[in-house]
């Protein structure tokens, strides 16, 4: 039921609430806040509480730095891991120009602005779930990270071999707090590696729940002494993190994506909307995968996909369609991880798949075979094109494709690509411990 400003008002005071995170997300997905106190609460639910954007990073000008915070009723949420210390509560914002007009450079608003597009195509709802992996590392004796662990455990194995288990329940139940549906958690294949799955939901709802998920990780991990990252491939030999993202288009509460006269369970909508995953991976990878360490995941050999093909069961593959049918029909993109800003991968996902459908695009014939097993010759001879291999090939493909740049709007795109490449030139002009490890001696 949705929440109205009078709701929260009552909440605030009825549950003794000390303070307010009004949050919201800067372009590369980094979770930002204005804390207010209770006595805020009136002006915060109606739209009254000023930032200055100029400080944050691809948002606007020192001359025209005023910008609004727009919460979003329905995010109200009270944090349940910090009740000892005052209550505090959240709302998740949009960002709005001192006009009244949205912010172009909110990525929360470019979401919305595809998910209107799809409306206007007639798809009521994208639903989106996200299977978001994470290390959990020991800190030294000043409680800053390091990447050791003490944990010997692989897929599915318990304690004591899992030493991350207690504090992976803690995060379920402070997640199920939060309203999460939890469907499952389970430690990963390399040492200190988790997962934890919940319920899928409508794009926006999920996006949000990811950014909750990210931070609720972190501060349960950092109570206990450890560190939790989402840094896709923090340990050399070993499994990086993913965020698989599983995807549907449901009309009047029907998944469209179902055929059941198909051997597949896939509807011709399915198929264009994977055609156009297909179509655009390689232009929205710097969004999915917006690191120069994601692409240390993105190798033969580690269970990430390299090359743009699909399968109905084989997860080699870019794009999977899991046995689920019905109305839990889904494509699921495995190249995403979970460094990602999550309103902008969702944004560019949809779009590519919409795109497919406007066209009628068919994809390739489905690849059954291990990918990982192929040779050269074979991968040529199937015609399978690579994913990008550095964040700066991955941004080359961002500005040749007009369709992903002219989803994030000219706004987001001149800043994103700004400030990618500035990461890009910072790492390739850096020397690694490899290189003086292999060199120095020998030269």
Request: aromatic share 10%; charged share 25%; net charge negative.
């Amino acid at each position: 039921m949705p929440f109205t400003k009078e709701d929260i008002i009552r909440l605030v005071r009825g549950e003794e609430v000390e303070f307010i995170r009004m949050q919201f997300v800067d372009i590369f997905g980094q979770l930002k806040s204005v804390a207010i106190t209770a006595n805020q609460i009136e002006k915060a639910v109606s739209n009254q509480i000023m930032f200055d954007g100029s400080s944050i990073e691809g948002f606007t000008r020192v001359n025209e730095s005023d910008q609004y915070l727009y919460p979003d009723l329905n995010s109200f949420a009270i944090f349940p891991w910090r009740p000892a210390q005052g209550k505090v509560a959240r709302l998740i914002c949009d960002v709005y120009n001192t006009d009244g007009t949205p912010f172009v450079g909110d990525p929360r608003g470019v979401l919305r602005r595809v998910l209107a597009q799809a409306k206007e195509m007639g798809f009521d709802t994208f639903n989106m779930g996200p299977e978001l992996e994470f290390f959990l590392f020991e800190t030294d004796e000043r409680g800053r990270a390091t990447t050791r662990t003490a944990d010997e455990a692989g897929y599915f194995d318990l304690g004591p071999l899992d030493r991350g288990e207690s504090t992976r329940r803690e995060i379920c139940l402070m997640l199920e707090d939060m309203g999460f549906e939890i469907e499952a958690s389970h430690h990963e294949g390399a040492a200190g590696q988790h997962e934890i799955d919940f319920k899928y939901d409508e794009a926006l709802d999920c996006a949000d729940k990811i950014m909750t998920f990210k931070l609720v990780v972190k501060s349960l991990a950092q109570k206990n002494g450890l560190h939790a990252t989402f840094v896709p491939k923090p340990l050399f030999g070993a499994s990086g993190s993913g965020m698989h993202i599983n995807m549907s288009l449901f009309r009047g509460g029907k998944n469209l994506f179902w055929n059941p006269s198909d051997p597949r369970g896939l509807s011709p909508i399915a198929y264009s909307f994977m055609a156009g995953l297909l179509e655009h991976v390689r232009g929205f990878t710097a969004l999915t995968n917006p690191l120069v360490n994601s692409y240390k995941r993105l190798v033969p050999g580690y269970e990430a996909p390299c090359y743009k093909a699909w399968s109905a069961f084989n997860r080699s593959t870019l794009i999977r369609i899991p046995a689920s049918q019905g109305s839990s029909t889904r494509v699921e993109l495995r190249s995403p991880d979970p460094s990602c800003n999550p309103y902008l991968a969702a944004a560019v996902c949809l779009a590519a798949g919409l795109d497919g459908i406007r066209r009628g695009l068919t994809p390739p014939p489905e690849i059954p075979h291990n990918i990982y097993e192929m040779d050269a010759a074979t991968l040529a001879g199937l015609g399978l094109e690579r994913l990008p291999q550095t964040l700066g090939e991955a941004l080359d493909a961002l500005e040749a494709d007009p369709l992903i740049l002219d989803t994030l709007g000219p706004h987001v795109a001149a800043h994103y690509l700004g400030g990618k490449r500035k990461e890009w030139q910072e790492y390739q002009t850096r020397v690694s411990s490899w290189e003086l490890e292999k060199y120095l001696v020998t030269y």
